[in-house]
Nanobody, 124 residues
Framework: QVQLVESGGGLVQAGGSLRLSCAAS????????MGWFRQVPGKEREFVVS????????YYADSVKGRFTISRDNAKNTVYLQMNSLKPEDTAVYYC?????????????????WGQGTQVTVSS
């Protein structure tokens, strides 16, 4: 079992920044990949970024490339999402997720465990 808890969401003006955190507990954090997804009401959950267990590989959605940065600290069992140059279209609930089988894909079906989500709202 893996438990994930996101934090750091909030309200920010367009062009601003936020840093999300996802704290993991349970199985060994350094052994699995992590991802961030986002979702708005009425739409499917959208892939944002993923990071390998070592942090050596990352994969970004085109919509956030150059603005968002994922990182992880395996000693703290935490993955981070630094979001800069935020746009109103980035408004969503952001979820972190754990991929225990090493698939490292953009599909939500590849992730076995999910956090409860944190709301990010970007005002224009």
């Amino acid at each position: 079992q893996v438990q994930l808890v996101e934090s750091g969401g909030g309200l920010v003006q367009a062009g601003g920044s936020l840093r999300l955190s996802c704290a993991a507990s349970g199985r060994s954090f350094s052994m699995y990949n992590m991802g961030w997804f986002r979702q708005v009401p009425g739409k499917e959950r959208e892939f944002v970024v993923s990071i390998s267990w070592s942090g050596g590989r990352t994969y970004y959605a085109d919509s956030v490339k150059g603005r968002f940065t994922i990182s992880r600290d395996n000693a703290k069992n935490t993955v981070y999402l630094q979001m800069n140059s935020l746009k109103p279209e980035d408004t969503a609930v952001y979820y972190c997720a754990a991929d225990l089988l090493g698939r490292m894909t953009s599909s939500p079906r590849s992730y076995e465990y999910w956090g409860q989500g944190t709301q990010v709202t970007v005002s224009s």
